[in-house]
């Protein structure tokens, strides 16, 4: 099973909106909305965001949102601020019962 | 509240064998589905296996299968990771997470524990 595709890095600017893609095939992202994204600080266990490719854990904020089109899934955290710098993952579940992480995408707010 | 704690790592040599432990409280173990992740240093997050809630079926990465069997014991609240012939690329953090997806599509690992390191070097 190979990993999702995702950007190495993005960056922006303090209130700005950023989108970090994630791509796989028809075995996981593509056919199931069993998207899921994670936020890792430095030296932390990973954070779930958002799941089932929309939904966001009750209680979180509102400027993070997941979509998907096809094979490939975004996640758009709108009014970045500074503490949104953190690495970030998506998931997916696969055809053979598995699950299977993108590479992670280091987001800078600069 | 919820929480899972994670034991059992250290520095073991090449082809040697590891248990690690995941204690788990504040939620009722048997109705969840359990997962390991492991996270190499300075590396990605990793997928490493799964334990359904009703106990029926595990799953493995592609990496570890035929080398590593996770089990779980509800008496105890307790998830292990047996793992054997171990290898230098089986070094990272090793995190427990419980699946909170009705559907078992590991749509959503929530909480991790903290993780603990295993370090396989001769």
């Known amino acids: 099973q190979s990993a999702l595709t995702q950007p190495a890095s993005v960056s922006g600017s303090p209130g700005q909106s950023i989108t970090i893609s994630c791509t796989g095939t028809s075995s996981d992202i593509g056919g199931y909305n069993s998207v899921s994204w994670y936020q890792q600080h430095p030296g932390k266990a990973p954070k779930v965001m958002i799941y089932d490719v929309t939904k966001r854990p009750s209680g979180d904020s509102n400027r993070f949102a997941g979509s998907k089109s096809g094979n490939t899934a975004s996640l758009t955290i709108s009014g970045l601020q500074p503490e949104d710098e953190a690495d970030y993952y998506c998931t997916s579940y696969t055809s053979d019962k598995k699950l299977v992480f993108g590479g992670g995408t280091k987001l800078t707010v600069l | 509240q919820v929480q899972l704690v994670e034991s059992g790592g250290g520095v073991v040599q090449p082809g040697t064998s590891l248990r690690l432990s995941c204690v788990v409280s504040?939620?009722?173990?048997?109705?969840?589905?359990m997962h390991w992740v492991r996270q190499a240093p300075g590396k990605g997050l990793e997928w490493v296996a799964v334990?359904?809630?009703?106990?029926?079926?595990?799953y493995y990465a592609d990496s570890v299968k035929g080398r590593f069997t996770v089990s779980r014991d509800i008496v105890r609240n307790i998830l292990y990771l047996q793992m054997n012939s171990l290898r230098a690329e089986d070094t990272a953090v090793y995190y427990c997470?419980?699946?909170?997806?009705?559907?078992?599509?590991?749509?959503?690992?929530?909480?991790w524990g903290q993780g603990t390191l295993v370090t396989v070097s001769s």
């Open positions: 504040g939620f009722t173990f048997r109705n969840y589905g």
């Open positions: 334990f359904w809630a009703d106990g029926s079926q595990e």
């Open positions: 997470a419980r699946d909170m997806d009705i559907n078992s599509r590991y749509s959503r690992l929530d909480p």
